[in-house]
């Protein structure tokens, strides 16, 4: 098992930016591919974006496409979720998520029962 903690919620402006940081620690984190997730309410967890164990590869919802960045450190154990140009349908509860799955295609990242290992998430609010 992997813990995760996400940080870095907040509120927001249209348009403006946020960063979210999310801290592993436990098992060794460069073997996971990491995801983040979003939940806004009466609506289910959605997939927003992932990235491979290296971080050679990385996957995004067509919704965030362009203005989202998924990076990793794992020299600091820690994922991040860059959020750029930021609108009020993005706001959500943002989780991070690790999964330990091998996915060649990629397609298994984008499916949030195939990760093993979740935050508590953090709120993120877009005002317009």
């Known amino acids: 098992q992997v813990q995760l903690v996400e940080s870095g919620g907040g509120l927001v402006q249209a348009g403006g930016s946020l960063r979210l940081s999310c801290a592993a620690s436990?098992?060794?984190?460069?073997?996971?591919?990491m995801g983040w997730f979003r939940q806004a309410p009466g609506k289910e967890r959605e997939f927003v974006a992932a990235?491979?164990?290296?971080?050679?590869?990385?996957y995004y919802a067509d919704s965030v496409k362009g203005r989202f960045t998924i990076s990793r450190d794992n020299a600091k154990n820690t994922v991040y979720l860059q959020m750029n140009s930021l609108k009020p349908e993005d706001t959500a509860v943002y989780y991070c998520?690790?999964?330990?799955?091998?996915?060649?295609?990629?397609?298994?990242?984008?499916?949030?029962?195939?990760?093993?290992?979740w935050g508590q998430g953090t709120q993120v609010t877009v005002s317009s």
């Open positions: 436990g098992r060794t984190f460069s073997n996971y591919a």
């Open positions: 990235i491979t164990w290296s971080g050679g590869i990385t």
């Open positions: 998520a690790a999964t330990s799955l091998r996915s060649y295609s990629g397609n298994a990242y984008y499916t949030r029962e195939n990760y093993d290992n």
